[in-house]
Nanobody
């Protein structure tokens, strides 16, 4: 089993920056990719970013492309999400997720991921 714990949520004014981190533990050798998703109040879960560990590829949701950056600190086995130029619509609970198999789902589909963190709240005030 893989365990995930998110850190770094909080409140920030629009235009500001915030960094999230997701620590991984357990059977991390089984991870093929990591992703970040978010859920805003009253909305569906939304894909934010992903990092394919084996290929080093990254992918971003349209609403965050150019503002957010995902990376992995290999020494700490931690996945980072750097969020810049934050907007009020970035508010939500952010979840990191681990993908442990190459199934039929794309990187932006929550069903591709087998393990989820507990989530961390990000609030952007305008």
């Amino acid at each position: 089993q893989v365990q995930l714990v998110e850190f770094g949520g909080g409140s920030v004014q629009a235009g500001g920056s915030l960094n999230l981190s997701c620590s991984t533990s357990g059977r991390t050798f089984s991870i093929v990719a990591m992703g970040w998703f978010r859920r805003a109040p009253g909305k569906e879960r939304e894909f934010v970013a992903s990092h394919t560990w084996s290929a080093g590829r990254t992918k971003y949701g349209d609403s965050v492309n150019g503002r957010f950056a995902i990376s992995t600190d290999w020494d700490k086995q931690t996945v980072l999400l750097e969020m810049n130029s934050l907007k009020a619509e970035d508010t939500g609970v952010y979840y990191c997720a681990a993908r442990t198999s190459w199934n039929v789902y794309g990187m932006d589909n929550p069903d591709a991921y087998s393990t989820w963190g507990q989530g961390t709240q990000v609030t952007v005030s305008s």
